[in-house]
């Protein structure tokens, strides 16, 4: 698509947003379609404009600054209980180049038009359902694992089993193909068991366990993909097979939520620099108009405990590094939302850090 067609697409979609009436409360980027209540046909949409702002980068690259704007939409269709069907576009508008996209180890091209989400979903009453065709992944992973942007196409399987009246048993799975950038013919077999204890309760928790493999890797390597993961000779250096640990409390402080997480994950395809590790604490919730949400987040990635491919793009190392993460975010309204991330992370090898600011304003409607 030429790119005064990809602006103008843009451009209509963006006018269009503020109409769609039925909204969508997401976490970031991940929203979720199926929140719509009281419609068989609707429309969801998510925006998000970004500064970005980038020091002491590696390879003596020069201080970056970037801003970006993405608007997801699409719509959804509820034939009954038991059916789903959703379509959706992506449509961004950046200012760098492709170039600086793959060295900043983006997940998404900067100028573009895409199919963000396209499946169809069988549910059976609210123990399970499955899923068929470009869908969000439906395993909960922390960002150091996978960004929950990326949007791979397959099939997912979930299950969940009430235990007593406030736990839950849940499992879920799939096969997909990667689906990533420049060609990239990856796939991934995933299994998520988990327990989740006393939901709803003024203290809860979780423990998660996931198992994910990953094949065919060779095209992100050649479309330069591959980012802080060890090649040798045009390849992977190990396979990857993250077995990944998550354990999870929630409570209430001052009359907010604050959750903490606790993430391990080990590499079984690696034979050295195999282990991640992540800690998360968030008060607050900014998804809310008028709330405040403050967090704090730390982790160290040895350099193929995961596929740098695959995890989150807000951090500007993948793997192979130790970094901080403080957030501090604001609901301006049911819709509205802003919030400015810092972090500063170290390289493995280098004596400096690199220091990272991000400026989100996202709405959701």
């Not at 005064?4 to 769609?20: G, Q």
């Not at 796939?187 to 003024?202: D, I, K, M, S, V």
């Not at 993430?263 to 008060?283: C, H, I």
């Not at 990635?301 to 975010?329: C, K, T, Y």
């Amino acid at each position: 698509m030429s790119g005064l067609a990809r602006y103008a697409c843009a451009l209509a979609l963006a006018l269009l947003a503020p109409s769609w009436a039925h909204a969508q409360a997401g976490d970031g980027f991940d929203y979720d379609p199926s929140a719509a209540e009281g419609a068989h046909l609707s429309w969801f949409s998510n925006l998000l404009l970004r500064g970005d702002w980038a020091r002491d980068l590696p390879q003596n690259l020069p201080d970056e600054q970037r801003g970006m704007a993405r608007l997801r939409a699409g719509l959804l269709w509820l034939p009954d209980d038991a059916w789903e069907v959703a379509a959706a576009l992506e449509a961004s508008r950046g200012s760098d180049s492709a170039r600086i996209v793959r060295l900043a180890h983006d997940n998404h091209r900067t100028n573009d038009l895409n199919v963000d989400l396209l499946y169809v979903k069988r549910r059976f009453g609210d123990q399970g359902s499955v899923t068929l065709g470009k869908q969000g992944l439906p395993l909960d992973l922390t960002p150091m694992v996978w960004d929950p942007e990326v949007r791979p196409v397959g099939l997912a399987v979930e299950h969940s089993i009430a235990v007593g009246d406030f736990d839950r048993v849940v499992l879920a799975g799939g096969a997909w193909l990667g689906d990533h950038l420049y060609g990239d013919t990856s796939r991934l077999l995933a299994l998520q068991a988990g327990w989740r204890l006393r939901e709803g309760a003024p203290h809860s928790g979780g423990i998660l366990l996931s198992l994910l493999a990953f094949d065919e890797l060779d095209d992100l390597v050649r479309g330069g993909l591959a980012r802080s993961n060890r090649v040798v000779g045009g390849r992977f250096d190990s396979d990857f097979r993250l077995a990944d640990l998550q354990l999870a409390y929630d409570t209430r402080i001052a009359g907010a939520p604050l959750r903490t997480r606790i993430d391990l994950v080990r590499n079984l395809g690696a034979d050295r620099d195999r282990d991640g590790a992540r800690g998360s604490v968030v008060w607050g919730d900014a998804r809310e108009a008028g709330a405040l949400e403050l967090g704090f987040s730390y982790q160290r990635v040895q350099r193929d405990a995961v596929l740098a491919a695959f995890n989150s793009e807000d951090w500007w190392f993948h793997s192979a590094m130790r970094g901080a993460m403080p957030w501090i975010g604001y609901g301006i309204d049911d819709t509205w939302r802003v919030q400015l991330a810092l972090f500063l992370e170290r390289a493995d090898g280098r004596a400096e850090d690199t220091e990272r600011a991000l400026l989100d304003l996202r709405a959701d409607w």
